[in-house]
């Protein structure tokens, strides 16, 4: 059974300030991975998708991923207060459609 | 302009009624599915459709029953309503292929009392 862990659980970063999260799996044989986000009683909106390992930009956010660690990250670029939010890892295997998310990581940016 | 539709936003039910959860998807897309976020607890699939067929079920009790009446809805019928199944119940679609992008709509807000 696939296990999707992020972390932190929460962070805070001023505004214009890199921000990085974290997510790792248990499923080597996961081949989709996405990151979304959800605004506070908002619907989740996705952001980046990465299917190889190494990086893909979209935007402000990049994604990392290296299967051989189990590990995806996502970075922000020059975040601003409405990037506040949820940020959820969502990983998916070979033909399956269905999504295994993490539990999210609540982003904060001062101003 | 929302592309996915859940109605209602909220509900508020008793424990034994049943409800109805509308999604209607105006993506084009072939498959649609049922998500659930539990307070505290990561956001759960409930099931696939594709192409109205059942796909996928990996919730445990029958009192769960989804029905698409067109290829753009996928309503949740939910009996014997309990509290642990307050929640939120996203709707969620993408064009059909197994590793497209899922779309979500914002949910519908089910409180049991």
């Known amino acids: 059974q696939q296990k999707v862990q992020q972390s932190p659980e929460s962070l805070t970063v001023s505004e214009g300030a890199m921000a990085s999260l974290n997510c790792t799996f248990s499923?080597?044989?996961?081949?989709?991975f996405r990151w979304y986000r959800q605004h506070s009683a908002k619907g989740l909106e996705v952001l980046v998708s990465?299917?190889?390992?190494g990086e893909k930009e979209e935007g402000r956010f990049t994604a990392h991923l290296n299967r051989a660690n189990l590990h995806v990250s996502l970075h922000i670029r020059e975040p601003q207060p409405s990037d506040s939010a949820v940020y959820l890892c969502?990983?998916?295997?070979?033909?399956?459609?269905?999504?295994?998310f993490g539990q999210g990581t609540k982003l904060s940016i001062k101003p | 302009d929302p592309k996915i539709i859940q109605k209602p936003k909220y509900l508020v039910a008793v424990t034994g009624s049943e409800k109805i959860l509308i999604c209607e998807q105006y993506l084009g897309h072939n498959a649609m599915y049922w998500y659930r976020q539990s307070a505290k607890k990561p956001l759960e699939f409930m099931f696939s459709?594709?192409?109205?067929?059942?796909?996928d079920n990996q919730t445990a009790s029958s009192r769960f029953q989804p029905q698409s009446s067109k290829k753009n809805h996928l309503d949740l019928q939910i009996t014997a309503l309990k509290p642990d199944d307050s929640a939120t119940y996203f709707c969620?679609?993408?064009?059909?292929?197994?590793?497209?992008?899922?779309?979500f709509g914002e949910g519908s807000r089910l409180i049991v009392v």
């Open positions: 459709y594709s192409y109205q067929k059942l796909m």
């Open positions: 499923d080597g044989t996961s081949n989709n």
């Open positions: 969502a990983v998916s295997i070979y033909n399956q459609g269905k999504l295994i």
């Open positions: 990465i299917f190889s390992d």
């Open positions: 969620a679609s993408s064009p059909g292929t197994p590793g497209n992008t899922l779309y």
